[in-house]
């Protein structure tokens, strides 16, 4: 608090962080449970959609959460940003209430999609907000804010929605429409920063038209077009800690060790599934945004004397380490190792590369240059998503291994089991092999090897690496 008392930020910043929070905690909260909410077994509270089905939604609207604000920002600017932030409001808080009142695919893929809209048009004004309402001098140190309460909405989202969920998996949607509407009340106090008049003037179609122009020309910079397309394996396997995970450790991690630490631990990130306690699958990866929040600033003041692409091949090799651990480990602790260790990963290397754009755009380009940056981020989500779905269907689901298993036992044709309730099946397989839940697991993990999926991931991930390395060597020609 010393260091934020030496500026002066106007009403209208603190506001818009205010919106940011509200916004992150009702995304973060509904996403990252979204996973396994979309693939649970009806019977046990989902919907029952396949990894496949799940990974084209989230893929597709993720990418466009990224792709659509340029359009939003053309947008705000037109029509100003009040007009456009209660479009925004009103869009996500129907979106996410929705999200939970329907249960066939396509109803819920148009209401993500209503919620990915809103999430776009308001993406471009809070950043807008924030840099206009920051001072010359001051947008490091404001920027610095905004990161921060984005991870504490991401903190608190998952946190609510895990503790909700247990009672209805309903309440984690109106929890999300519920936090945003409160942005209805800030709205009130929120005055617009100015824009530019004759920017205004142009019609809406010239604008959009030197928006593509404009990308058009930055893409044409071959160095900054390479690095682009690099960083796309980056996001592919970092986005896997909300595609994957979330089910993965639902379906194969036995966090009974951690729930059984302490009882501080059991009442503050615990929960009981027919008497057995545990530990959220959310609960865990939350870990991530709350180390974000801890050692930050720390991780940036150790890195910030290592060129921009360095520190990013160390982040990238150290998600890698963290991430092979769902491969190495089904015990909890070792997950939540795996957590941390990603969390460094990323703190060391996200921050980066936002600046190391900077550093080689033209100075007249770098609002540009900043805008075309989120191309790999679309890119590695909409990739990450498809990889997350089939992949992870054939390779680690648990229910489609059990099916297979059974075949293979003489149990039944897949033709018969293709669309039993996963849940119900399992139960009807312990009773049919005299095995406990436990053993039943144990006896697919071995078999199957579910965990060997993350060694694609971190292979991508460590592919990503390599080629930053040998950017930075002979591209960029550094030492």
Do not use: C
């Given at each position: 608090?010393?260091?934020?008392?030496?500026?002066?930020?106007?009403?209208?910043?603190?506001?818009?962080?205010?919106?940011?929070?509200?916004?992150?905690?009702?995304?973060?909260g509904?996403?990252?449970?979204?996973?396994?909410?979309?693939?649970?077994?009806?019977?046990?509270?989902?919907?029952?959609?396949?990894?496949?089905?799940?990974?084209?939604?989230?893929?597709i609207?993720?990418?466009?959460?990224?792709?659509?604000?340029?359009?939003?920002?053309?947008?705000?600017?037109?029509?100003?940003?009040?007009?456009v932030?209660?479009?925004?409001?009103?869009?996500?808080?129907?979106?996410?209430?929705?999200?939970?009142?329907?249960?066939?695919?396509?109803?819920?893929?148009i209401?993500?999609?209503?919620?990915?809209?809103?999430?776009?048009?308001?993406?471009?004004?809070?950043?807008?907000?924030?840099?206009?309402?920051?001072?010359?001098?001051?947008?490091?140190?404001?920027?610095?804010?905004?990161?921060?309460?984005?991870?504490?909405?991401?903190?608190?989202?998952?946190?609510?929605?895990?503790?909700?969920?247990?009672?209805?998996?309903?309440?984690?949607?109106?929890?999300?429409?519920?936090?945003?509407?409160?942005?209805?009340?800030?709205?009130?106090?929120?005055?617009?920063?100015?824009?530019?008049?004759?920017?205004?003037?142009?019609?809406f179609?010239?604008?959009?038209?030197?928006?593509?122009r404009?990308?058009?020309?930055?893409?044409?910079?071959?160095?900054?077009?390479?690095?682009?397309?690099?960083?796309?394996?980056?996001?592919?396997?970092?986005?896997?800690?909300?595609?994957?995970?979330?089910?993965?450790?639902?379906?194969?991690?036995?966090?009974?060790?951690?729930?059984?630490?302490?009882?501080?631990?059991?009442?503050?990130?615990?929960?009981?599934?027919?008497?057995?306690?545990?530990?959220?699958?959310?609960?865990?990866?939350?870990?991530?945004?709350?180390?974000?929040?801890?050692f930050?600033v720390?991780?940036?003041?150790?890195?910030?004397?290592?060129?921009?692409?360095?520190?990013?091949?160390?982040?990238?090799?150290?998600?890698?380490?963290?991430?092979?651990?769902?491969?190495?480990?089904?015990?909890?602790?070792?997950?939540v190792?795996?957590?941390?260790?990603?969390?460094?990963?990323?703190?060391?290397?996200?921050?980066?590369?936002?600046?190391?754009?900077?550093?080689?755009?033209?100075?007249?380009?770098?609002?540009l240059?900043?805008?075309?940056?989120?191309?790999?981020?679309?890119?590695?989500?909409?990739?990450?998503?498809?990889?997350?779905?089939?992949?992870?269907?054939?390779?680690?689901?648990?229910?489609?291994?059990?099916?297979?298993?059974?075949?293979?036992?003489?149990?039944?044709?897949?033709?018969?089991?293709?669309?039993?309730?996963g849940?119900?099946?399992?139960?009807?397989?312990?009773?049919y092999?005299?095995?406990?839940?436990?053993?039943?697991?144990?006896?697919?993990?071995?078999?199957?090897?579910?965990?060997?999926?993350?060694?694609?991931?971190?292979?991508?991930?460590?592919?990503?690496?390599v080629?930053?390395?040998?950017?930075?060597?002979?591209?960029?020609?550094?030492?």
């Amino acid at each position: 608090m010393s260091v934020l008392s030496k500026y002066k930020f106007p009403r209208t910043f603190w506001i818009a962080n205010a919106m940011e929070l509200f916004e992150r905690w009702a995304y973060y909260g509904m996403f990252t449970v979204l996973s396994i909410y979309l693939t649970d077994p009806e019977s046990q509270g989902g919907l029952g959609f396949s990894n496949a089905q799940k990974g084209s939604l989230m893929g597709i609207i993720t990418m466009l959460i990224y792709i659509l604000p340029v359009l939003a920002g053309a947008i705000a600017d037109k029509l100003g940003f009040r007009k456009v932030l209660i479009a925004a409001f009103a869009t996500l808080a129907s979106g996410y209430y929705f999200m939970g009142q329907f249960n066939t695919y396509g109803l819920v893929f148009i209401m993500f999609l209503i919620v990915g809209i809103g999430a776009a048009l308001f993406k471009p004004i809070i950043i807008a907000t924030v840099s206009k309402t920051a001072s010359k001098g001051q947008e490091t140190i404001a920027f610095g804010i905004f990161y921060m309460i984005v991870n504490v909405g991401g903190f608190i989202g998952p946190f609510v929605a895990s503790k909700l969920r247990v009672i209805s998996w309903d309440l984690v949607f109106i929890m999300s429409a519920a936090v945003i509407a409160l942005n209805f009340l800030l709205l009130i106090y929120y005055k617009e920063p100015g824009r530019d008049k004759d920017k205004n003037k142009e019609p809406f179609k010239d604008t959009i038209l030197q928006i593509f122009r404009n990308m058009g020309v930055a893409l044409s910079d071959f160095k900054f077009l390479l690095f682009l397309i690099i960083m796309i394996g980056f996001w592919v396997m970092y986005m896997q800690l909300f595609f994957t995970a979330p089910v993965f450790i639902t379906q194969w991690i036995d966090t009974t060790g951690i729930y059984n630490t302490h009882p501080f631990i059991a009442w503050a990130i615990g929960s009981e599934d027919n008497g057995v306690g545990m530990v959220k699958a959310e609960m865990m990866i939350n870990l991530a945004a709350f180390s974000i929040i801890l050692f930050q600033v720390i991780v940036s003041t150790l890195v910030s004397k290592i060129k921009p692409v360095v520190s990013m091949v160390l982040g990238a090799l150290v998600i890698v380490v963290g991430m092979s651990q769902f491969g190495l480990h089904t015990t909890g602790w070792f997950i939540v190792l795996g957590i941390v260790i990603i969390a460094f990963g990323e703190m060391a290397s996200s921050p980066r590369i936002q600046e190391y754009i900077s550093s080689i755009a033209p100075k007249e380009k770098i609002a540009l240059y900043m805008g075309v940056s989120y191309i790999p981020l679309a890119a590695g989500n909409y990739i990450g998503g498809l990889l997350s779905g089939g992949m992870y269907d054939n390779m680690s689901d648990k229910y489609n291994l059990l099916k297979k298993e059974l075949v293979n036992r003489g149990y039944a044709s897949i033709e018969k089991l293709q669309d039993m309730d996963g849940g119900i099946l399992f139960k009807d397989a312990m009773d049919y092999l005299n095995m406990n839940e436990a053993q039943l697991n144990n006896l697919l993990y071995t078999t199957y090897q579910p965990g060997n999926i993350w060694y694609i991931y971190t292979g991508i991930g460590a592919a990503t690496a390599v080629l930053l390395f040998v950017y930075n060597k002979f591209i960029l020609k550094t030492k």
